[in-house]
């Protein structure tokens, strides 16, 4: 049939549930759901995954990976319609969606549900569950019209989940002008002073997103579930509290990045490096262990020409040696790029400058690695607890300063850097610069070998010892994997369980 043509090692009756995944094409999204796709075709259900070409090229390896060791998996091409929306050639890469055409953007994603909706009421097997990225407010439809449930899929933690849903649903901003003032978050027993600017959901402060983001809330409202790259022995008691204040069942699932455990996998996740992991290796081999500071601020942040020359000079102030991902680097004109050079010259051997996509998994788990700026994108934060490394909490805008909080005020693995005010991708006018002194401040103090670091680091280390113990047999994440399979398999009445 169809479907299962090429998915070797599985007969077609052992396959009781068939999800099909619908991610958001941007990598912190995709990266999360396709490694929850593997987990699940792990426990023995088929996924499906529906990407546009461009996000394709970036996860093919990793599927044919897991296919060839007989993982039942597949990929489900959906090209968007770009003219329809005005969209220049090559928009189905939202790095190359101009700004000011993000709404139309978003339209064309929504434009997949009736293409989406055509082939798989034809698809063999039927689905038994669509998995939505909890940006798809559309898919609510979609699962209607094809009478299957759907869950969502969230791409940030319990904590900042339900922070989220209390200042909105408690109105905690009620009367308050200024976007940057702090307010105690409602309904959590700890206590958490947020500016509206920070705690918000992103696309509230997008200013003609208004009725996007009602629907998006309409949609997790009537989901049959929700699923969280997180796990249960890390933050109880905000699973526990979202999953009572949406009324919902949630599933934790993660930490969704264990599930690779080779290098070829590893070096793979998410795209294409531009360093190979052997020459990353070997020079992280030559480090002596803890001792190397790695910083990235994740797959979509334009750091600012300015942000960038502090950082540089904090970095290298710290006297540590450090790995740094600098993103965007033709964008930054002639003189930071001189800057870098000069930069790479006077740390060689100290400082290893990536221009590109790091292989970040596997440099996270290399035993030198002692500690990770980085901007609390929650994937990043999941991976730090994974590697057991403390962070500096550097959050640049949407949930991330919620990641932060927990990172430095729950779990105590992190330290703050120092910043108020969310920087809004490439749509903020106005920069503040964290200074180099910052930065070098920041550095010294997640690395320091006193009581206070040592501290930090332990809590670390045994976070990630819980988190390890999550996904393996007996762990809770691997129970509610299980469970998930269990959940949404065929039931001969129904085609589907509900
Ligand atoms: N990532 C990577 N190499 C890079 C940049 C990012 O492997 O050079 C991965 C990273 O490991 C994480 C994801 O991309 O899994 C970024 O997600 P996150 O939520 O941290 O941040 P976002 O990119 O969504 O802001």
């Known amino acids: 049939t169809k479907g299962l043509a090429n998915i070797r090692g599985t007969a077609r009756d052992d396959i009781k549930a068939h999800f099909v995944f619908i991610p958001l094409m941007l990598q912190g999204h995709l990266i999360p759901a396709v490694d929850t796709a593997l987990l699940l075709a792990s426990h023995g259900a088929l996924t499906s995954i529906v990407v546009t070409p461009s996000y394709t090229e970036r996860v093919h390896w990793t599927i044919d990976f897991a296919k060839k060791s007989g993982l039942p998996l597949r990929l489900m091409e959906f090209p968007l319609d770009l003219a329809a929306e005005g969209l220049p050639d090559g928009a189905d890469d939202v ?14 994603l929504a434009n997949l549900r009736e293409p989406l909706e055509r082939h798989l009421r034809f698809d063999e097997p039927y689905p038994t569950c669509v998995v939505a990225d909890i940006c798809h407010p559309w898919v609510k439809e979609l699962a209607a019209k094809l009478e299957v449930p759907r869950l969502s899929f969230s791409g940030t933690c319990a904590f900042s989940l339900l922070c989220q849903h209390n200042v909105e649903r408690f109105n905690a901003y009620d009367g308050i002008a200024d976007d940057h003032e702090l307010v105690v978050v409602p309904g959590l027993e700890k206590k958490f002073e947020l500016s509206r600017a920070q705690s918000l959901i992103f696309f509230r402060l997008m200013p003609g997103f ?35 204040a949406r009324r919902m069942k949630v599933w934790t699932v993660g930490p969704v990045s264990l599930f ?16 190979g992991a052997d020459v990353c290796q070997h020079w992280l081999d030559g480090k002596v262990a803890n001792s190397v500071v790695y910083v990235s601020f994740g797959s979509i942040q334009y750091v600012e020409p300015k942000q960038v020359v502090e950082l540089g000079l904090g970095l290298e102030a710290s006297g540590h040696p450090f790995i ?36 970040q998994v596997l440099i996270l788990s290399h035993a030198a690695v002692g500690s990770f700026v980085t901007h609390c994108g929650w994937n990043s934060t999941m991976e730090a607890i994974v590697a057991g490394l403390p962070v500096v909490a550097w959050p640049h805008f949407s949930e991330q300063f919620l990641n932060a909080k927990l990172a430095v005020e729950v779990l105590g693995i992190g330290v703050d850097v120092g910043v108020t005010e969310p920087v809004m991708l490439r749509y903020d006018q106005k920069v503040i610069v964290i200074p180099r002194e910052m930065v070098e401040k920041a550095v010294r103090s997640i690395m320091d070998r006193g009581d206070e670091g040592e501290e930090r680091r332990r809590r670390a280390r045994a976070l990630a010892a819980k988190a390890r113990a999550a996904v393996v047999e007996g762990g809770s994440s691997h129970a509610n994997l299980q469970d998930l399979v269990n959940h949404f398999q065929r039931s001969p009445a129904r085609g589907a369980a509900a």
């Open 95 to 108: 790095d190359k969606v101009p700004p000011h055409l993000i709404a139309n953007y978003f339209r064309a």
């Open 210 to 244: 208004e009725k996007f983001t009602d629907e998006l809330e309409q949609a997790v409202v009537k989901a049959d579930g929700l699923l969280v790259n997180s796990f249960q022995e890390m933050e109880p008691q905000y699973v526990a509290g979202y999953a009572e």
């Open 260 to 275: 690779h455990q080779s290098t070829t996998t590893l070096s793979l996740r998410g795209n294409t490096a531009a360093i």
């Open 324 to 359: 740094w991902v600098v993103k965007n680097a033709d964008l930054l004109g002639e003189e930071v790029k001189e800057f870098l050079r000069e930069l790479e010259t006077r740390v060689a051997g100290h400082g290893l400058l990536i221009m590109g996509w790091a292989p």
